[in-house]
């Protein structure tokens, strides 16, 4: 299948848009054609890891259309209209007890670039290999092979290019609170980080009738759409006194990865209270009394399963609850590099690639 696709041939230089063609889809596989593709800041943040094979497609907010199965497969039909998510092993203890995105072979599956068998998944022009399989997807192109188990299927109704973004940080923003958090009305809840897992994080507070949401960030315009977004309070992360402004919480959920943010989102909270890490960063070093009382968890992708969860975030956005679509901007895949660009600046909360333009 021949295709066009963002490339990353060398983690210092920006990306090149080229042509490759990727396998056809194996056992348990799909061809999709890409509608739109998310960009997250994990797609960033990896393109650094010396253990990722190079060149190599990112991407892992996709949304498309079935074009083909591989064998096996009875879940999705061609035609179908699909959000693709992480990908996972099924038969796992964590995937048999509904925690698929702690699955045994989730790091394989998710963050290898490559196949489960280490099979690449696409040749450039040339000949050379390129790992096209980064969250069993690999979306930064026109088309992408998915696993069966990433691949949620949704009414063809709903506007499919900007539905990517709901497959990973939407998911992982909002399942945090709704799911991993399990903030119920009346509660409070401080976000640290108002970009779209922060800003998803907001939305599903709200819904879920939290009384205090308070959003913590640097940039003045992410804090305006906090509030816009249902943030009771809005607060400037520079403040030097942050966890005196942010007050006493029932839970609070850290998106930077940065240490002394991360104290400070665990020093507001309540005796009793829950704290939600989503953010890959350095290190913390606290004192054991820093945690009496108080539970503190990394969490991976929400603790969603997403064949359940996306279709419940697609109802709370048609009843007007969650609003995503807000934070989205669409770049045609040759403008990649500019999407990933305000995405590090802060002019775009969501970058959403629209390779079909």
Not at 20 to 28: Q, R
Not at 202 to 225: F, N
Request: hydrophobic share 45%; charged share 20%; glycine share 12%.
């Amino acid at each position: 299948m021949r295709a066009q696709a963002a490339i990353l041939r060398d983690p210092g230089k920006p990306f090149t848009v080229e042509d490759i063609s990727l396998a056809p889809p194996g056992p348990g596989e799909a061809l999709v054609r890409v509608a739109g593709a998310g960009m997250c800041h994990t797609d960033v943040l990896f393109r650094g890891l010396a253990e990722l094979p190079m060149p190599m497609v990112f991407g892992h907010e996709g949304s498309g259309v079935v074009e083909a199965v591989g064998p096996g497969v009875t879940r999705v039909a061609p035609g179908d209209h699909v959000v693709m998510s992480y990908d996972s092993c099924g038969w796992c203890g964590r995937c048999l007890t509904g925690a698929a995105p702690y699955c045994d072979e989730f790091m394989a599956r998710n963050l290898s670039g490559v196949r489960a068998d280490g099979s690449t998944g696409a040749i450039c022009s040339v000949g050379e290999p390129v790992a096209a399989r980064w969250f069993g997807q690999s979306s930064f192109a026109t088309h992408a092979v998915a696993t069966e188990r990433n691949l949620v299927t949704v009414d063809k109704s709903l506007p499919l290019e900007l539905l990517g973004p709901l497959g990973c940080g939407l998911q992982t923003g909002a399942g945090s609170v709704l799911i991993s958090l399990n903030v119920r009305a009346g509660a409070g809840i401080a976000v640290f980080g108002a970009g779209a897992v922060g800003l998803a994080a907001v939305m599903a507070a709200k819904a879920a009738g939290a009384d205090e949401i308070v959003a913590v960030d640097l940039h003045a315009s992410r804090r305006e759409l906090a509030l816009e977004l249902g943030a009771t309070r809005a607060l400037d992360g520079a403040d030097p006194d942050l966890a005196a402004a942010v007050g006493q919480v029932d839970h609070s959920l850290d998106t930077t990865g940065v240490p002394e943010v991360i104290r400070t989102a665990i020093a507001v909270l309540r005796p009793g209270g829950s704290c939600g890490l989503v953010g890959a960063g350095g290190e913390i070093t606290l004192p054991p009394t820093a945690l009496a009382g108080r539970t503190v968890r990394f969490i991976f992708e929400g603790d969603a399963v997403p064949q359940e969860f996306v279709p419940r975030l697609i109802r709370l956005w048609r009843q007007g609850r969650f609003p995503f679509d807000r934070l989205i901007r669409t770049y045609p895949l040759d403008a990649i590099n500019d999407a990933e660009r305000d995405s590090a600046s802060g002019a775009t909360v969501k970058p959403v690639l629209l390779p079909g333009t």
